[in-house]
């Protein structure tokens, strides 16, 4: 990946980006087939809001770091980064900007992602998701 620094370079890039959700790492292990609502990403941020999205780009570029040695790895993560701002940025304009309510760990759909995983997990029954 070699772009000019020039919108052709610039819409390029948010290709790459695209291309990443919807056929790379983010594919293969997030989206597998599932529409972008039937992804953990909006399933959680439907529960907390668009800081889950927020503060797994800010992870991913920490640990950009660590990829330094190595441009594909570094490139894979800062992509990412860039998907799950979009994904904020998705998720918040679809809002409105609103903060979620509190919802159960029933409604929240949730603990059905986490016994999808972990089928023995223990359920909760008076736990609350969303802001205080």
Known sequence: MNYSIDEEGFRAALNDVADQVFGGKGFKRHGNGKSLQEQI???????????FCLG???KK?????TKQDNLDAWNTEILGAM????????????HQGKIPDMKSVEESGVEALISDVIPEFPRPRTVRIGPM
């Open 61 to 65: 570029i920490h640990e950009l770091a």
């Open 83 to 94: 998907s799950y701002l979009v994904f904020a940025y998705l998720w918040y304009n679809n």
């Open 56 to 58: 797994q780009a800010m």
């Open 41 to 51: 990403w909006f399933t959680i941020s439907e529960n907390v809001g668009e800081g």
